[in-house]
């Protein structure tokens, strides 16, 4: 009964890239990235809506980040490029619940969500 299970994550070393994915098995309006490290707050990264496709970044990883969809493939992935030892954590994604352009969740409020991955861990070391 898993609703979102992401993967992709690894052991890279500065300067490179991933691609994560998340696979949703539940209907979704939106689907937002974020990212913990043990000792910092959940952050939240990137977000893109279903409908409409419309996507947002947080400022810190404008430029590397790339959120997409594969809708055959039930499918939301964010591409990492440029990745330095700051970005490393556990990417997690999470279903939102409103149909609305992803400005909407650029606050990353959590009460704007409803299901979520248990995460796959992303290592940046040389």
């Known amino acids: 009964q898993v609703q979102l299970a992401e993967s992709g994550g690894g052991l890279v070393q500065p300067g490179g890239s991933l691609r994560l994915s998340c696979v949703a098995a539940v209907d979704y309006k939106a689907i937002c990235w974020f990212r913990q490290t043990p000792g910092k707050e959940r952050e939240g990264v990137a977000c893109?809506?279903?409908?409409?496709?419309?996507?947002y970044y947080t400022d810190s990883v404008t430029g590397r980040f790339t959120i997409s969809g594969d809708n055959a493939k039930n499918t939301v992935y964010l591409d990492i490029d440029n990745l330095t030892p700051e970005d490393a954590g556990v990417y997690s994604c999470?279903?939102?619940?409103?149909?609305?352009?992803?400005?909407?969740?650029?606050?990353?409020?959590?009460?704007?969500?409803?299901?979520w991955g248990q995460g796959t861990q992303v290592t940046v070391s040389s």
């Open positions: 999470a279903t939102g619940k409103y149909d609305l352009a992803a400005l909407y969740y650029s606050d990353f409020d959590l009460t704007d969500f409803t299901a």
């Open positions: 893109m809506t279903k409908s409409d496709r419309t996507t």
